[in-house]
Structures are given as structure tokens and as C-alpha cells.
């Protein structure tokens, strides 16, 4: 499965940007779908993710509350909705999909992840 990341860019601190990830397959909808993202110096880090079946959802303390994932299983295709954004959420984002991925445990780990993104940049200026 390839995935590709787009929507990302220069927002100032406040705006939103939805970002988009678009997979190759249609398997993809039957995966576990997580948003990671990785500031320069830092590693890469969870943001949100939802389980292969769809039944649980989960957000990063930083992203509670601001962040919304969704999926569109028509277009194959899993968005993260960014809002209220601030300067600390300029990083680059990756999307990541795996077949399996049905506990917050497994949804947290980069190491869970069979297919990831190129990663798209998003710069929150203050």
C-alpha cells in the first residue's frame, strides 16, 4: 500500500489545515491508521490514530481537543483536521497504516506500522 500525504503549509497561529492521506489500495480501509509527526531535532511522535476496525480513536494530549481524524473509505483516503493551531505544531506529518493496530498500545507506536508516507511539512508562524 502507498500512501501520500497532502494539505500541508504555511498557516499563521489559530488557522487550520486539513491534511490528507491517500492510499493506493482499498485494503486501506480495513487498516489502522495513525498521524505521526516529527519536529527538526525530535523524534517522531504520535498525534492521533483510529484501529483497523474503526471502533476507537485516539489523540495525543497536544492534539485532544484541536485535532479530528476522519476517514473517507469512498476515497480511500484518512484526513486529520487541524485547528487552532500554534507555533508547537510546526513539524513534518506523516500518515501510517497497518493491518492490524486495535489498542491505543499498538496505535502509539511507530514500530506498529508496516506503511508509512513521505510526510508532509506544516509551519504554524506566530
Known amino acids: 500500500v502507498q500512501l501520500v500525504e497532502s494539505g500541508g503549509g504555511l498557516v499563521q497561529a489559530g488557522g487550520s489545515l486539513r491534511l490528507s492521506c491517500a492510499a493506493s489500495?482499498?485494503?486501506?480501509?480495513?487498516?489502522?491508521v495513525g498521524w505521526f509527526r516529527q519536529a527538526p531535532g525530535t523524534e517522531r511522535e504520535f498525534v492521533a490514530g483510529?484501529?483497523?476496525?474503526?471502533?476507537?480513536?485516539y489523540y495525543s494530549d497536544s492534539a485532544k481537543g484541536r485535532f479530528t481524524l476522519s476517514r473517507d473509505k469512498a476515497k480511500n483516503t484518512a484526513y486529520l483536521q487541524m485547528n487552532s493551531l500554534k507555533p508547537e505544531d510546526t513539524a513534518v506529518y506523516y500518515c501510517?497504516?497497518?493491518?492490524?493496530?486495535?489498542?491505543?498500545?499498538?496505535?502509539?507506536?511507530?514500530?506498529?506500522?508496516?506503511?508509512w508516507g513521505q510526510g508532509t511539512q506544516v509551519t504554524v508562524s506566530s
Open positions: 483510529i484501529t483497523w476496525s474503526g471502533s476507537g480513536t
Open positions: 501510517a497504516a497497518d493491518p492490524l493496530g486495535a489498542s491505543l498500545t499498538q496505535l502509539i507506536s511507530i514500530h506498529e506500522y508496516e506503511y
Open positions: 489500495e482499498r485494503t486501506f480501509n480495513g487498516y489502522a
